[in-house]
C-alpha cells in the first residue's frame, strides 16, 4: 500500500487551515498553500488559536503543541506544493479547481494522490483535466475540521480503488469515520443537509420569522446548530456556492433554488464568521 509521509492542502480558509492541523496533529509532514498572503497568516493564526484553545483545556502539551506546528510548512509558492497527498481546498468553483488540479498534478509525480474537498462538485468533472484521473478522490472533512469526525470518501468514476484504500487507512489513522459516497451532486450530507438552509431561508423570504427565531425554534428542537448560525459558520459565500452548484446539478430542480437574500449576503461581502458578519455580527 502507498506510503503517505507529506500532505499538502491548498486554500487556507475556513476549511484548509482545520485539515491541516489534523494532519500535522496526526504526525505528517504537512504543508498549507494560499495564493493570498493574507489568507495564509490567517490560516496561521487560526491553527494558533486552535491549538491554544486544546493547552488550556489539557488536551494538549506545551511540547506536543509546539512539535504540531513545526509540522506545518506555510507557503505561497504552488512550486513547493509538492507530496503524497494533495488536499484541494479551495473556492467552490469546478473551472477554478480543475485549473488548480492540472497545475499540481504536472508539478507532482503521477503517484501523488489528489483529493478534492470540494462539498458538491463530482469527482470525474474534477479530475477531467488531469493525465491521471484515477488518482483523483474526494476526501470531504466537515467543519471544523478537528473537531468532526465524519469524513465522506468519494469516488468518481475512474478512481482506483486502491487509493480509496488508501484514505481509508489514512483518515482512520486520524481518528475519522469514514462513509463512502458515490460521485452525486453534493454527495450525502450536503444533499441532505441542502434543503435546511434553503426551506429556512424561504422561510424568512416569506416573513414567517425573523432567522433569530428560525435559529431558535431549531436549537431548541435539538439541531446543534440553527441553519443561519451554521450558514456564519460554514461561510454564506461557500454555502451559497454549494446550494448554487447542486441547484445546477440537479438541472434547477426548484427544491434547491438559491436565495435572493443569501445572494444579496454574498455580494455585500457580509460572509458570516469570517468577515466578522454575516446574518449575526461577530467580534
Ligand atoms: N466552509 C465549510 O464549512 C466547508 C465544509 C466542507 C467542505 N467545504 C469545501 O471546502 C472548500 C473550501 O471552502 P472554505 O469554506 O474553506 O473556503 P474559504 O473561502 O474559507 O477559503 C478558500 C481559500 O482558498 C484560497 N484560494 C482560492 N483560490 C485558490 C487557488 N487557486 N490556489 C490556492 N488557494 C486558493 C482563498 O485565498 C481562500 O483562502 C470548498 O470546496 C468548500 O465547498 C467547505
Known amino acids: 500500500m502507498q506510503e503517505i509521509k507529506t500532505i499538502a492542502i491548498a ?27 493574507e489568507m495564509l497568516q490567517k490560516g496561521k ?17 506545551l511540547e506536543k503543541k509546539e512539535e504540531i506546528q513545526t509540522k506545518i510548512k506555510f507557503t505561497s509558492e504552488i512550486n513547493e506544493l509538492k507530496a503524497d497527498l494533495i488536499i484541494e481546498a479551495i473556492v467552490e468553483n469546478l473551472a477554478i479547481k480543475q485549473k488548480f488540479f492540472k497545475e499540481v498534478a504536472e508539478l507532482n509525480s503521477p503517484e501523488t494522490i489528489l483529493a478534492s474537498n470540494t462539498s458538491s462538485i463530482p469527482l470525474t468533472q474534477i479530475a477531467e483535466k488531469i493525465s491521471n484521473p484515477e488518482r483523483v478522490v474526494g476526501i470531504h472533512f466537515f467543519n471544523p475540521a478537528p473537531v468532526m469526525k465524519l469524513v465522506e470518501i468519494i469516488s468518481g468514476e475512474k478512481t ?25 451532486p453534493g454527495f450525502i450530507v450536503n444533499r ?22 428560525i435559529d431558535l425554534l431549531l436549537e431548541s428542537s435539538g439541531f446543534k446548530m440553527g441553519p443561519f448560525r451554521l450558514m456564519d459558520l460554514i461561510g454564506v459565500d461557500t454555502n451559497f456556492s454549494v446550494t448554487n452548484s447542486i441547484y445546477n446539478l440537479f438541472n434547477q430542480a426548484s427544491k ?19 468577515t466578522g458578519k454575516g446574518f449575526y455580527e461577530y467580534e
Do not use: W
Not at 486554500?11 to 498572503?37: K, P, R, W
Not at 455585500?268 to 464568521?273: D, I, L, N, Q, V
Open 45 to 61: 493564526n487560526s491553527v494558533e488559536n486552535s491549538l491554544n484553545s486544546l493547552l488550556k483545556k489539557g488536551k494538549l502539551s
Open 192 to 213: 441532505v443537509a441542502r434543503l435546511y438552509y434553503v426551506e429556512s431561508l424561504k422561510i424568512l423570504e416569506e416573513n414567517v420569522a425573523t432567522f433569530e427565531d
Open 11 to 37: 486554500g487556507a480558509g475556513t476549511m484548509g487551515a482545520g485539515i491541516a492541523q489534523v494532519s500535522a496533529q496526526a504526525g505528517y509532514n504537512t504543508i498549507l498553500f494560499d495564493i493570498n498572503l
Open 160 to 184: 482506483n480503488p486502491e487509493i480509496v484504500e488508501v484514505c481509508k487507512k489514512l483518515l482512520a489513522g486520524m481518528g475519522k469515520t469514514c462513509v463512502m459516497a458515490a460521485d452525486s
Open 256 to 274: 434547491f433554488r438559491p436565495s435572493k437574500i443569501q445572494q444579496q449576503k454574498v455580494e455585500a461581502g457580509f460572509h458570516g464568521k469570517k
